[in-house]
Structures are given as structure tokens and as C-alpha cells.
């Protein structure tokens, strides 16, 4: 699937991105999964990708290993203006640690939609509307990392808040690139028939289970799709997306939110957009995945 009306060529590399989203006729990139954490939480996930090898049966070279100021230019550069700081525990009595960081990181720096997440424990029905009356606007959940079950009884009453404020949630739920026992698409949609309204950004397209996310974003009117690491290279050599499906994701063009899993990936930045570029959908398509759909989403 192709559109010959495609006239602005993709970046060919980092710093040919601003030329890319000025042609499109964007004022920058919004980017719903970014991910800054507190510094020996960072150190861990980096040693983990160190071993990518064993973990995964592929390297994975942390591409952006800097500093937190390294690193906020480099987005800067860039051109991506609005972008999450998301962090997610794999514990108990780690979210409300986190949430008191990422605030005030999302304080310091105003570019920053200000995040938080939870775990299943009894204390999250405290400090999810804590955060909430503290300005967070995006919550973060990796079901894998976490290895919970999202319809976990512990969470009604977040989800129950979530789903009344109309909070968006990213949430890795896919069973790529690791399997987990509460990965996959039947939790989600028993979730989804407890709050059919909750705000679901589903993390990297839902690899590998690619067809059964987008029916949930085709049945459910609050269910998203971002796209980190989705089409890319690597990605592809590991779970490709069927190109029959491509017509179905061009028609939910809308629900499509710009994600990067930055600054923890295996090649620059310039290449997520150029994958989504040569998926062909067109550049009414890209001006909406990569700036206007967030930008309605979050009121940029």
C-alpha cells in the first residue's frame, strides 16, 4: 500500500528530522512514550538491554546514553516539543516513589506531560487521585515488567478514577518482545468490558498481536495505538507487521499516537519516523500520528 502523493522525503538521519516535520507543515513531534527515570532506576533498565542477548536472542545498543541534560537536547534538537516521562514499577511499593519523581521532574522542565503509574497493591486507590490532583495527565503500566493481571481486583478503583477522569494510560500490554503470563489481548478486553471508557494508548501496536489491538481500537472508542519501536528494522526482524493490515491501520489514522521508547533504543531516532514514513499512508496520516492526535489528545 502506497500514496504517490507522498512529496516530503523521510529524514535520513537525526539531524535532518526538523527539515522533515517542518515540510510536513508541523510546529514538532509529540512523543507519548519517552521514558526519563530516576538515575539508578535508569542504570538498571540499561544493564538489563546490556544483556539483551540472553534476554531477547538480538543486541539491543542503548542509542541515547547520556545525561538527563544530554539527553533533553537531543529531544530539543529534534524538534519533538511535547513528550512523556515515563516510569513503571516492577514491585510493589515502588509507584509512589516514582510518582513524587516524575512530578517533579515534569515541574523542572515544562515541555514534559506530567506522568505517573501504579502497581496492584491497596495503596494505589490513594495515590493515583493523589497524582492526579497533582497534574498527572498520562499514567504508564508495563503489564509484562510488572507481571500482573490488569483486571487485578486491586486496581478497580484506579481504573474506575482513570476511566471517569478520561486519563490517558500508556500500557504495554503486547506480548512482544517477551511473553508474560498476563500479556496479550483476552485481559485487555476484560478490562475494557469492566470501563469501556478508559483512555487506552496501547504500547508498541501491540506487538506481536498486531491484528487483535487493532480490533479493540476499532471497537473501543478510547483505545489508541502508539507506535515505539513499531516498523522499524529491527522490529521487523523480529515481529513484522502483516501488510494486509495496513489498510486497517491507515483508517485509524486518528487513534495513532507518535511513541519511541526514547532513549533506551537500538538506532537513532530518525529512523522511527522514517519506518513510519515508508509505511505509506500518507502525509495526512503522518501530520496526525506525529503531531495531532497528542495535540488533541493532551491540548498541546
Known sequence: MTDAGMTVPPPVDDADVPRFVGELGLPGLADVHVHFMPERVQAAVWAYFDQAGTHYG???PITYRGSVEERLARLDHLGVRAFSALNYPHR????????????????????????????????AAHYVPEALDGGARVFKVHVQVGS?????????????????TGTPVVIHCGSGPLAGEHTGPAPMQGLLQRHPGLQLAIAHLGMPEYAEFLTLAETYDGVRLDTTMFATDFTERLMPFPRDLLPRLAALGGKVLLGSDFPSIPYPYAHQLAALHRLGLGEEWLRAVLWRNASALFGL
Open 58 to 60: 538480538a543486541e539491543w
Open 92 to 123: 510493589p511499593g515502588m509507584a509512589a516513589g516514582l510518582n513524587d519523581w516524575s512530578r517533579e521532574f515534569a515541574h523542572q522542565h515544562p515541555q514534559v506531560i506530567p506522568s505517573a503509574t501504579f502497581f496492584p497493591e491497596p495503596e
Open 148 to 164: 500482573f493481571d490488569p483486571r487485578d481486583r486491586l486496581l478497580e478503583p484506579v481504573w474506575a478514577r482513570l476511566e471517569e
